[in-house]
């Protein structure tokens, strides 16, 4: 307590350090305690920036899995309403400029306890519903289209058939005399 007197802020935060980094944390301001989460956010983010770019390499995904580890103590702490804002920031960007979930979801399923309000993964599970409902909504076109198509098919085949069926009785009935003057 003195030395928090004396030296300010930054001797409680060394001190609370050496008790636990979540005790740590919570000496920390406001201000500074959100600035923390977002660089937590901006951390993993880098990660997954990282692993996107060299998502063939299971090294790679190995090690964004270690990288998470550290993280997982703001689960117990008020920062993680924090940090969950700032990540579901983060995880937006990526999801639109990347359009690929299975890493996400893999990140979000590791640190799911991190989000006590499971922003992340509805997000996740919106996209997941909405690209099945995509799927769904292709299929019914795609039905649609085969069964115009059918339709113009079997339309085909009707006047095909109408056609034949004129052109046969054609050729039985005999030409009368009539017709048989104008055709000479």
Known sequence: EYMGEFFGQQISF???LCHGFS??????????AI??????ARYIDRWIQQSWADSGNVE???????SLEPVLF??????????????????GDRLLSQGKTW??????????ICFPNRFPQQMLKNLSDMEEQQQQFHLFQLQ???KHLLELDQQGNHE?????????????????????????
């Open 14 to 16: 060394m001190l609370a």
């Open 23 to 32: 005790g740590a944390l919570l000496q920390l301001s406001f201000l500074t």
């Open 35 to 40: 600035h923390v989460g977002e660089q937590f």
């Open 60 to 66: 790679t995904f190995q090690c964004l899995q270690q």
């Open 74 to 91: 703001l689960a117990d702490l008020e920062l993680a309403n924090t940090f969950e804002r700032f990540y579901r920031y983060y995880l």
């Open 103 to 112: 890493l996400e979801s893999a990140v979000v399923e590791h640190i799911g």
């Open 144 to 146: 649609q289209l085969d």
């Open 160 to 184: 095909e058939e109408e056609e034949e069926e004129k052109n046969e009785v054609m050729e039985d009935e005999p030409f009368s005399e009539e017709e048989e003057a104008e055709v000479k």
